[in-house]
Nanobody, 123 residues
Framework: QVQLVESGGGLVQAGGSLRLSCAAS????????MAWFRQAPGKEREFVAA????????DYADSVKGRFTISRDNAKNTMYLQMNSLKPEDTAVYYC????????????????WGQGTQVTVSS
C-alpha cells in the first residue's frame, strides 16, 4: 500500500498560482495511475486531473483544462499539480490518490488517498 502526503496548499488571490505536491512512500509510483481530487464545503469530492501510463497520458476536468497541469517525477516519487489563473470556485481541500489498475476516474476507482491540503482563493 502506498502512503500519500499532500503539501503546498494555502491562501492565494484570484488569478494567482499554487503548486501542490503529493509525496509517496511505501512503493514506487512509476507504475501507478495517480490523480488529484478536490472537495469544497458541502459538495461531493470531484475529479480534477489524472496522470497514467508512466506519465504519458493525462486527463483533466473541464473546469480546470488550460489552467492546471498535472505531472510526476518518478525519481522523487512525487506528483504535482500546478494551478494557474486560480478562481474562487477552486477553493477546496485537494486530495491526491493512487491506484494500480485504473478502471475509471471516479472516487471509488482509487484505493489510496492522502489527508488533503486546503486551497483557498480569495476574490
Amino acid at each position: 500500500q502506498v502512503q500519500l502526503v499532500e503539501s503546498g496548499g494555502g491562501l492565494v488571490q484570484a488569478g494567482g498560482s499554487l503548486r501542490l505536491s503529493c509525496a509517496a512512500s511505501g512503493r514506487s509510483i512509476s507504475d501507478l495511475a495517480m490523480a488529484w481530487f478536490r472537495q469544497a464545503p458541502g459538495k461531493e469530492r470531484e475529479f480534477v486531473a489524472a496522470v497514467r501510463w508512466r506519465g504519458i497520458f493525462t486527463d483533466y476536468a473541464d473546469s480546470v483544462k488550460g489552467r492546471f497541469t498535472i505531472s510526476r517525477d518518478n525519481a522523487k516519487n512525487t506528483m504535482y499539480l500546478q494551478m494557474n489563473s486560480l478562481k474562487p470556485e477552486d477553493t477546496a481541500v485537494y486530495y491526491c490518490a493512487a491506484t494500480s489498475v485504473l478502471a475509471g476516474l471516479a472516487v471509488t476507482d482509487f484505493g489510496s488517498w492522502g489527508q488533503g491540503t486546503q486551497v483557498t482563493v480569495s476574490s
